[in-house]
């Protein structure tokens, strides 16, 4: 979120252009994966005999799609570093159970730690201090993202990978219903997705949708109405006399839960206040949504459907207070504990991971059950635009634009559990229209603020 427009606070959680499709002539095609990035190194290092094993876990289980994905980074880095040997795991635990685990000293040596779950980890002394051996690396990355990964002047972990949100959209219906170019503003998107609500059966009651909008109580439901608060000018919390206070009850929040209820019940399905994201994705491929709020993955949406519409990108909407748009990142950080041959071996791991050419393979994705490569997150680097997907994607180009707008979804540690005990719970019941915007975000104040008073 862009702080000159006074955008929500930037500190805390976590699969990323001009609004343009491919320039490939097979049309909503995927990817064709990027050649081999070749490391910096100008030959792979001779081993003295000795190999240290170390082992790494991600956020997605190792035979996943994803999984495999990161399997061929560290064949990679094994092949340019045969004096590491690395193990890849998946599932990697989250909050109270991977302190635990930490403190335990049976933890990986490398992990993929979303950056709202590191600051209150950190705050535990759950980490290795990255600062000497990564600071210089600060250059390479925007304030924004680099001030995720760090903790009272401490390196958290490395940026790796992350995502923006932008709005994805099918140029299909946009063309048939006359409209040339994606919204910019709010009333643009209401009016524009009002005109993409449509019958287009005859029986009266429409069946396409200008957008999708989760309503359901889950993540994807604050995640979304965090993005048009931000566009607001609303923030999550403030901070008075050195203490946080939840400070989402104000003017501009209301206004902006308004909106999105608005457009929820004018222009989503029906059954919106029982979809979260992975249903609105389904509906988007689907075409019974002409937009989506979604990171690089939703561009696979429409690759996936074999040319039965091309999606375009364009940035969020600009809202009372600007642009404001979700900024993820997953840090690569090395357990307290973790010393010697196995600390200079994961910080080896974690150089290469986040070097330009292990960024590049980033942006090769996932293979698809069709054989076929799909994004499904983005480097977070900033000078990643002169590269191959790039230059045959640039609408890619757009998500890297978000990084210049941040939000997050968790400023503080307490906000993993107000989320959790109140605030889904408050905008689910304001979208269903069950009580007011003000008496949703009173609520959320009031348990919000208690939450944090009686936080240790």
């Known amino acids: 979120m862009n702080k000159k427009l006074g955008l929500i606070s930037i500190a805390g959680l976590m ?44 956020a997605w289980a190792s035979d996943s799609g994803r999984g495999k994905a990161i399997q061929e980074m560290i064949n990679q880095f094994e092949k340019e570093n045969p004096d590491v040997k690395v193990q890849l795991l998946g599932g990697v635990q989250t909050g109270q159970k991977l ?16 950056y709202g779950d590191a600051k209150p980890l950190a705050a535990q002394g759950a980490f290795v201090d990255l600062t000497k051996d990564f600071g210089a690396e600060k250059a390479n990355y925007m304030p924004q993202i680099w001030s995720l990964a760090e903790d009272n002047g401490k390196l958290m972990g490395m940026p790796w990978l992350g995502h923006t949100i932008q709005i994805i959209y099918n140029k299909n219906l946009f063309a048939k219903a006359g409209i040339k170019e994606p919204p910019k503003t709010w009333d643009e998107l209401y009016a524009d997705a009002k005109k993409l609500t449509v019958d287009t059966n005859g029986d009266g009651k429409p069946d396409q949708f200008g957008i999708g909008l989760a309503g359901k109580q889950s993540g994807d439901l604050a995640w979304m109405y965090d993005l048009f608060a931000g566009q607001a000018g609303a923030k999550l919390v403030t901070q008075n006399n050195g203490k946080y206070e939840v400070a989402i009850n104000s003017p501009e ?59 375009g990108v364009a940035e969020v909407p600009t809202g009372p207070a600007g642009k404001a748009t979700e900024v993820t990142t997953y840090l690569l950080s090395v357990p307290t504990g973790v010393t010697g041959d196995k600390l200079a071996a994961s910080e080896k791991l974690i150089k290469f991971l986040c070097s330009k050419p292990g960024q590049e393979m980033v942006m090769k994705g996932e293979k698809g059950d069709d054989g076929k490569y799909y994004p499904y997150r983005m480097p977070i680097r900033k000078d990643m635009g002169d590269t191959q997907f790039y230059k045959d994607h640039p609408e890619f180009n757009v998500f890297m634009k978000g990084i210049e707008y941040p ?34 975000l009173k609520m959320v104040q009031d348990k919000g603020n208690a939450i944090i008073k009686n936080s240790k």
């Open 15 to 58: 699969g990323l252009m001009t609004a343009c499709s491919s320039p490939n002539t097979n049309n909503g095609a995927a990817a064709t994966p990027a050649a081999q990035p070749k490391s910096d190194a100008s030959a792979p290092a001779q081993s003295s005999g000795k190999v240290t094993n170390i082992s790494m876990q991600i």
């Open 99 to 114: 302190l635990t685990q930490i403190l335990s000293g049976k933890s990986p040596e490398v992990l993929q730690v979303a």
């Open 253 to 311: 929040g209301i206004k902006a839960l308004e909106f999105y209820t608005k457009l929820l019940k004018e222009t989503s399905p029906p059954d919106s206040l029982n979809k979260d994201g992975g249903a609105i994705q389904t509906d988007f491929g689907n075409q019974v949504v002409a937009m989506e709020m979604s990171g690089p993955w939703g561009v696979g949406t429409a690759w996936k459907t074999n040319g039965a519409f091309e999606a």
């Open 407 to 440: 939000m997050t979804l968790y400023p503080i540690p307490q906000w993993a559990q107000i989320s959790d005990e109140v605030y889904t719970s408050a905008l689910n019941q304001a979208v269903s229209g069950k009580i007011s915007a003000a008496d949703a």
